[in-house]
T-cell receptor, first 113, second 115 residues
């Protein structure tokens, strides 16, 4: 079964607007990661937030983590058409001693020019 | 360019045929993974190798076998392909470690159709 569930499944916004995607998970984790996948391509790692961190920034990306609610959000500010892609959260469960990740089903983001 | 290389990029098989998907990384990573991606299902882990010489089953291992040939290479074999194995297959690698506090590097995928 999937560990992470993204919400919404699909999001359509205008260029320049902010995009927020949410991820919920079920078990205790070492870290949570976000990936981007452009159509027909492999996944690209965006950002990693550890279980003892609450917020992390990377360029136009801001990730928050609330371990008490078992949830995370990814905010993309001032979106661009090039941000059009699917975004996946992935968790590294504490129960795994091998560091393997469990991926959610993803959010498809469309940014209209 | 450093990264994860998968071959082939596309493949069509007939039911019952066998094939091996190849994956190689040149980042000296310890851990390697095989995932499949199906519409609406996200990525599901098939097999992984936490370190050279070890392999373990993931979430959906039935119908597959793997070989960690050396530190660089991790292959996925379909012994008798079935239409349910039609999917996009991704190989990934990471430095490893028990906490998994590293991002994965993914290959570009193999699009497999079983008819």
């Amino acid at each position: 079964s999937q560990q992470g569930e993204e919400d919404p499944q699909a999001l359509s916004i205008q260029e320049g607007e902010n995009a927020t995607m949410n991820c919920s998970y079920k078990t205790s984790i070492n870290n949570l990661q976000w990936y981007r996948q452009n159509s027909g391509r492999g996944l690209v790692h965006l950002i990693l937030i550890r279980s003892n961190e609450r917020e992390k920034h990377s360029g136009r990306l801001r990730v928050t983590l609330d371990t008490s609610k078992k949830s995370s959000s990814l905010l993309i500010t001032a979106s661009r058409a090039a941000d059009t892609a699917s975004y996946f959260c992935a968790t590294a469960p504490i129960s795994s001693n091998t560091g393997k990740l469990i991926f959610g089903q993803g959010t498809t983001l469309q940014v209209k020019p | 360019n450093a990264g994860v290389t998968q071959t082939p990029k596309f493949q069509v098989l007939k039911t019952g045929q066998s094939m091996t998907l190849q994956c190689a990384q040149d980042m000296n990573h310890n851990s390697m993974y095989w995932y499949r991606q199906d519409p609406g299902m996200g990525l599901r882990l098939i097999y992984y190798s936490a370190s050279e010489g070890t392999t373990d089953k993931g979430e959906v291992p039935n119908g597959y076998n793997v070989s960690r040939l050396n530190k660089r290479e991790f292959s996925l074999r379909l012994e008798s392909a079935a239409p349910s194995q039609t999917s996009v297959y991704f190989c990934a690698s990471s430095p490893g470690g028990v906490t998994g506090n590293y991002g994965y590097t993914f290959g570009s995928g193999t699009r497999l159709t079983v008819v």
